[in-house]
């Protein structure tokens, strides 16, 4: 570990600052997640603390197995690397017989057939959107620790819209509480509720637990929820020996309960703290550092702190590119086929990412990927670690490393011998089931040469040890492929090539999130997630109709207005003056109201306008119509003012585009207006 080569001195400042409350607060590929990995394997290499006694949180699976693989490389072993379910089930699991005892308990891998019976006894539909939404409901209810009493003023404080009237919802969440203690079933929020209920209500178990763990870690902590947040403080009790890392502009799952309060009011719970903030952002060129900047520039109502302006670290790579197709048929072949191109260009397949807002828009690429032979691996789809031929190879393993004696041989020859049983053959079966089987096995092959190559005792026994933890934490070794994930599943990691499809309005922002400001947000969040996963290569796509033929009724998302360069042909932006038709700038439908063609827009198009702005632009229209004594409209009608607010010009160029706004107009009003755009994106 060479600190002085591996960080920059603000990096270097968070990893050896002296144990106790240090922040992280900064952008998307900034180093945070290495910056605590760090921190961890300076503090136990340098004796501050045992590897044992580290407890590090992390948002998913694959992040805690890749933390624990970063830390082997720098020499450290033992630490627990988690997500905070995992934890919690493992310490629940630990305490339950002392602090409950009896007959152990169920764990509940889905809520919704209990949610189900329970909806059905209070009378409330039952069809399965119904029971998602109602399990959403309890899930964030949950996670903010309200209790179907209080749910339905909670609702109300919070303005959350909800499937079914909240007295109802309240009594859905009663009855499921009900049947899940007749059955003697946790769900995942219990595990974390009981934990901490745990700790808090005995001292025995809260000394046992404080005494073996001193030193938290806790990446991505802007996507913390009250509920994580009152576990965190039961682990820690009156310590303060915590490191947070977070970027609230990547807070996406506030609809769950989450919030950056508890990431940006670090100081004030911890005055002593240690805040670092980091800008030079080392995982994405220039060219999408830049795009990156645009999307979450654009952001409305942002926390004070989370202004931070990424500054790319690596060389200049390609421009990102858009576009637009007939249908999402149309969209994933042509996508399929630039991921042939990517790989021919020496790209490795491992490294290219396949983006969406909603799981069902993944079959299309499934499709495509198929059908243009190319590997890939879905996200969140079947749990590795639960397919048969695992279940087998595991099984051997296991076997072979109870054995006396460790067998003779590298570690990858060793478990390539013992998968042989199982059907491991030298060259890959032809496809199909066959393939799919060769390829788990393959993993586990492959992920025993990464053992063997950073463990500082590569034995079986220690590789089986490896792969127990891995299927107790779900994390599935990485099969060769283009990932297809989600992207709130692609939080926090990164690949060379990602491509984000299907961008138009209805699926990011999605449906539901309508007219609500602050739903709006998170699904821009979500863009400037996706965005940032890029290191090199980034493709934005969107189509027209969902299949081939049908009506070209879609629009691309709002997100896109001022990201597509204007001389791209999907730009089609109101061109004035050269005899061409004014179009919508985000339909690019031909526009023939008036009203319409100076806002640049349909009516019925999503208006991307800052209420603020606006209002200020309005007030200062009003103080100078009353100064020239005219009536408002003849200083700038309200088409125009809205379309400012829009374009939120910042020099007289992009001012005299603007409908409405002529010589005479620029020179009386200009300078007045440019200054009040400025004000206000500095504000905000
Ligand atoms: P995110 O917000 O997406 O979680 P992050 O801030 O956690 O991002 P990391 O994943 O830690 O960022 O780092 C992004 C990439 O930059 C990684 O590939 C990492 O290895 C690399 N990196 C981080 N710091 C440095 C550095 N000082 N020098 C070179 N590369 C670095
Ligand atoms: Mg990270």
């Known amino acids: 570990m060479d600190l002085a080569h591996d960080l920059d001195p603000e990096q270097r400042a968070a990893v050896t600052a002296p144990r106790g409350p240090v922040c992280v607060l900064a952008g998307a590929g900034t180093g945070k997640t290495r910056t605590i990995t760090y921190r961890i394997a300076h503090l136990v290499n340098s004796g501050h603390v045992s590897a044992s006694a580290v407890l590090a949180v992390t948002f998913t699976a694959r992040a805690a197995g890749e933390m624990r693989a970063r830390l082997r490389k720098l020499g450290v072993e033992g630490a627990q690397a988690l997500t905070f379910h995992a934890a919690a089930l493992r310490q629940l699991r630990y305490f339950w017989p002392r602090v409950v005892g009896g007959p152990p308990w169920q764990l509940l891998e889905s809520k919704l057939r209990l949610v189900g019976r329970a909806a059905h006894q209070v009378g409330v539909d039952t069809d399965a959107e119904m029971l998602r939404d109602l399990a959403g409901e309890l899930e964030w209810a949950k996670a ?4 179907p009493d209080e749910y339905p003023a909670a609702v109300t404080r919070s303005g959350r819209a909800t499937p079914e009237p909240p007295e109802r919802v309240a009594e859905v969440y009663r009855v499921y509480e009900k049947l899940k203690v007749e059955e003697r079933a946790l769900d995942f929020d219990d595990l974390l509720l ?8 005995n001292v025995d178990v809260a000394e046992e637990f404080r005494d073996r763990y001193r030193c938290f870690v806790v990446d991505e902590y802007q996507d913390v929820t009250p509920l994580q947040q009152r576990l965190l403080d039961a682990w820690l009790g009156d310590r303060d020996d915590l490191t947070v890392v977070g970027d609230a502009n990547q807070t ?3 609809f769950g309960g989450a919030s950056p309060r508890h990431l940006l009011n670090f100081t004030r719970r911890y005055p002593h703290a240690q805040v670092i903030r980091l800008v030079r952002d080392y995982r994405s060129t220039p060219q999408v550092v830049a ?9 409305r109502h942002r926390p004070p702190g989370s202004r931070l302006r990424l500054v790319g670290q690596r060389p200049d790579g390609p421009q990102p590119r858009f576009a637009e197709y007939d249908d999402e048929h149309a969209e994933a072949a042509a996508v399929a086929a630039r991921i042939r191109e990517l790989i021919e260009t020496g790209v490795p397949v491992n490294e290219i990412a396949v983006l969406f807002r909603v799981n069902a828009q993944s079959e299309a690429y499934e499709q495509a990927l198929s059908e243009a032979g190319i590997p890939y691996l879905v996200r969140g789809g079947e749990r590795f670690f639960a397919r048969t031929e695992v279940r087998e190879a595991m099984a051997v393993l296991r076997t072979a490393a109870a054995a006396e004696e460790e ?8 478990v390539r011998g013992l998968l042989a049983k199982v059907g491991l ?3 890959p079966p032809a496809g199909g089931a066959s393939k799919q089987r060769w390829d788990s096995l393959m993993a586990l092959v492959e992920l025993a040469e990464e053992f063997a190559a950073d463990a500082a005792e590569p034995t079986l026994r220690r590789y089986v040890g490896e792969l127990e933890q891995r299927a107790a934490a779900q994390h599935a070794p990485t099969v060769h492929g283009v990932t297809l994930a989600s992207l709130h599943a692609a939080k926090g990691l990164e690949w060379d090539a990602v491509f984000l499809v299907g961008l138009c309005e209805g699926t990011l922002p999605i449906q539901h999130a309508d007219d609500d400001q602050a739903a709006i947000e998170e699904e821009r969040r979500l863009l400037y997630v996706g965005v940032t996963r890029a290191r090199e290569h980034l493709s934005l796509s969107w189509s027209l109709s969902r299949k081939p033929g049908g009506r070209r009724s879609r629009r691309r998302s709002r ?3 001022g990201l597509v360069p204007e001389d791209h042909p999907a730009a089609r932006v109101a061109q004035r003056g050269r005899g061409e038709r004014p179009q919508c700038r985000v339909c690019a439908k031909v526009l023939t109201d008036v009203a319409d063609v100076k806002v640049g827009r349909c009516s019925s198009c999503p208006s991307n306008v800052d209420p603020e702005l606006l209002a200020a632009l309005k007030e200062w229209r009003s103080d100078k119509a009353r100064e020239l004594k005219v009536p408002a409209y003849v200083v700038f009608t309200d088409a125009t003012l809205m379309a400012i607010a829009e374009k939120q010009p910042t020099d007289d160029s992009e001012l005299v585009s603007i409908s409405g706004i002529g010589a005479t107009k620029l020179e009386r009003y200009g300078a007045d207006v440019l200054a009040a755009v400025r004000k206000h994106t500095a504000d905000a």
């Open 144 to 147: 903010s620790l309200i209790v």
């Open 194 to 201: 009981q934990t901490t209920a745990a700790l808090e209500e």
């Open 252 to 254: 996406i799952y506030s």
């Open 291 to 299: 795009l990156a900047n645009k999307v979450i520039g654009a952001a």
């Open 407 to 414: 067998p003779a041989g590298t570690l990858p020859d060793v």
């Open 425 to 427: 053959t030298s060259e």
């Open 559 to 561: 997100f896109l207005y």
